[in-house]
């Protein structure tokens, strides 16, 4: 093999350009690999020229490959701006309310009953929100409907119960964290929030 056949970049398959696959490209048996090769070898012999847009049951312009693709990339780079949008408001949310808990009149008070005994409201709430987003748990049915709740009921002011969070928050300040150095250190680290929509689930 030459030094130009290892170093020259290879050029992805013009499907692959338009974020298509041809077929089940996880296939594992010999047969299913067949299969796959024989959809493959057509495909190569059928790039398309041109694409045709319908607009109201009318084909528009032509467009070529690249301009299709091009399209593609910036219809993406649009939903992942909205995306992240989302993630800052997100990440925001979580600062200004670990900030209202602490400066709520009732932040020293101590929760007297649930998992969170022992904690005052304000580090409580401050765990919660830090930990709901942080480190999710029970984001897999049935839990899913349970954190719904539980995360409606933070939002709403409370404190919710479950999930090992009191157990958690009570390790982390044993070892000197507090909800704001916790946050700060994920905001730090570029952590990201829990979103419902970024699980992912198994098609199989």
Known sequence: MSTKEIYEP???EWWARLGLSAGDEGAG??????????????LRLHEPSLF???TNGAPTVPKS???????LDRAEAEVEAAIQDAARQREQRGREAVASAFAAPDADELVTEGDWVGFTRARAVSWCWDLYQYEPQGFVSPGSMLREQRTRELEAGGIPNGFGYADRARQLEASGVTPSHYRAAREMLG?????A???Q???G
């Open 197 to 199: 929509a970024d699980i």
């Open 10 to 12: 290879v050029e992805r």
């Open 52 to 54: 045709a847009a319908v």
């Open 201 to 203: 689930f198994d098609r």
């Open 65 to 71: 490959l690249e301009q299709v693709a091009a399209e």
């Open 191 to 195: 952590s990201s929030t829990f979103s």
């Open 29 to 42: 048996s010999v047969n299913d690999r067949r299969r796959q090769e024989a959809r493959v070898r057509v």
